[in-house]
């Protein structure tokens, strides 16, 4: 409970950003579901068979996995707040239609006739008439969808649109128990107390509940202008999903901020897996983001005919990556740190020393035994489990997890060998030890910061600031500085700027 409080009293500020990331994502996309279905339940009234259809359609679509739901819209409209809205409103449109059609259905036939026989209009008698007689009953469809949206609303946070799903992602990420109540229980408590207070509307003041949702959503929105609004321009850096991406963007906006104050640097950390990133990057969700020349080579641009995707040096991958960005996607890669964050296979040390294993190859004399663990990354990438059935022979049986929960499966042995990357924290804290690969599979994995070439060429000093980066940070002090924000439980801002400050790359008390 104390480690819980502390917790929550460290982290107010950001629960409170994500509090209102939440509100405003679940209030648009409550009101644009009511603009939808409200109407159309009206005009279908007189029109059961279309009503029937529309019904149905809106049936099918509910039972579409919100997760594959989010990645269908992804090729379509990028990523970020737009295709979490579109999926909430998929999701909020039928119990709206469908309690607003049978509430304005439901009512007495004999007092639709005394409205005409008074000679109102089609307006008139829907205003003072219909919606007051069936507004107990679309006030109960609404207040199911917005109990419905508020929690599906946690899964925005896996394509960057923020929310209370980030404290969730963070703390599952970071096995963090206490991370995964708040972003929970505040994700409870939300859909609780809005839904108590259009249940009281309900019973009380009706009319008040458009209103209601019109003010949330001109807060919600007026906050992010204002935020905006505040400094001459806003430069958006995101990272992928655990603690070394985090540490790298806060480098990115201390370096950044310090050398052009009036540059504000907004981050959008645990973003997302590479896809996300990446088709954020082009269509202008974000401006930067830390990527891997492995990863570019093995995932993000398409090699010469022919050319193999393996048995490169650092300098040789880096190179290429570099190139074939520019070539390909207009992007431009800059200078790389020092530190080569490849894949591994690990297995515990126990387990090594009981079968003998110091290489990949030596797990050929105990494939009877193995029980993986993997990434879904590594899983479907070449230069991941496909390279090592290919290259070492071997089929592993396995089962997929996030990236920390395959951590906590072999510690708990439920597994008996995971991907790793060489820099994890992990590795230290659950005594594990990486298998050299001996034929050279994995290829070079060295960070820099990914931006499109127009952004670099209208930022040069971006660019600069950036470029202080290369060369430095060691395998070792990338580990130590994961160590310190998964295990320590340090903060990723304050880890970042101890380092810069450390090697002179940030002067103390900078902005």
């Not at 405003?24 to 068979?49: E, G, N, V």
């Amino acid at each position: 409970m104390a480690a819980f409080m502390n917790t929550l009293v460290s982290r107010r500020s950001d629960l409170l950003q994500a509090i209102g990331q939440h509100l405003s994502i679940s209030m648009i996309a409550l009101l644009i579901a009511m603009l939808i279905a409200m109407p159309l339940a009206y005009w279908t009234q007189s029109r059961p068979k279309t009503a029937n259809i529309i019904l149905q359609a809106a049936s099918v679509l509910q039972t579409i996995p919100s997760l594959a739901l989010l990645g269908l819209l992804i090729p379509f409209v990028g990523i970020g707040t737009v295709p979490a809205v579109i999926a909430l409103v998929v999701y909020a449109v039928l119990p709206i239609y469908q309690n607003t059609y049978l509430g304005l259905h439901n009512i007495d036939p004999d007092l639709d006739e005394a409205a005409d026989a008074f000679g109102m209009s089609r307006t008139r008698k829907l205003i003072k008439v219909q919606l007051p007689l069936a507004a107990s009953t679309i006030l109960g469809g609404i207040r199911t969808a917005l109990v419905m949206i508020i929690g599906t609303a946690t899964l925005a946070a896996l394509i960057g649109a923020g929310g209370l799903g980030s404290f969730i992602l963070l703390g599952i990420d970071r096995n963090d128990t206490s991370l995964i109540l708040i972003g929970a229980i505040s994700s409870a408590a939300l859909a609780l107390i809005l839904s108590g207070l259009v249940s009281w509307l309900s019973h009380h003041h009706w009319q008040w509940t458009a209103s209601l949702v019109a003010l949330l959503v001109i807060g919600g929105g007026g906050t992010a202008l204002y935020g905006q609004m505040n400094h001459d321009e806003t430069i958006t850096i995101a990272g992928k999903m655990g603690s070394e991406p985090d540490i790298l963007i806060n480098m990115y906006k201390d370096l950044i901020e310090q050398d052009d104050p009036h540059i504000h640097v907004q981050l959008k950390e645990n973003f997302g897996k590479t896809s996300f990133l990446f088709s954020a990057l082009k269509n202008g969700s974000i401006d930067i983001y830390p990527e891997f020349s492995g990863t570019v080579l093995e995932s993000l641009v398409k090699l010469p005919a022919g050319q193999l995707r393996t048995h490169r040096t650092a300098a040789q991958t880096s190179s290429q990556a570099t190139r074939l960005l520019q070539e390909q996607d207009q992007m431009r890669l800059l200078q790389p740190m020092r530190y080569d964050n490849t894949y591994a296979l690990a297995v515990t040390k126990s387990f090594a020393k009981a079968n003998h294993l110091r290489t990949i190859s030596d797990l050929a004399r105990v494939q009877d035994k193995l029980h993986g663990g993997f990434t879904l990354e590594f899983i479907d990438r070449q230069d991941g489990l496909k390279g090592i059935k290919k290259t070492y022979g071997l089929t592993i049986p396995n089962r997929s997890f996030e990236p920390a929960l395959r951590y906590t499966a072999i510690h708990n042995g439920k597994v008996n060998i995971v991907d790793a990357y060489s820099t994890d924290s992990e590795l230290r804290q659950y005594n594990l030890q990486v298998l050299r690969d001996d034929k050279q599979m994995f290829p070079s994995y060295r960070g820099a910061p990914l931006m499109k070439d127009d952004f670099a060429k209208k930022h040069p000093q971006i660019v600069r600031s950036l470029n202080k980066l290369a060369g430095h940070i060691t395998s070792s002090e990338m580990s130590e500085m994961n160590y310190e924000v998964n295990v320590k439980q340090e903060s990723t801002a304050k880890v970042a700027r101890n380092y810069l400050e450390k090697h002179g790359l940030l002067r103390k008390g900078a902005r």
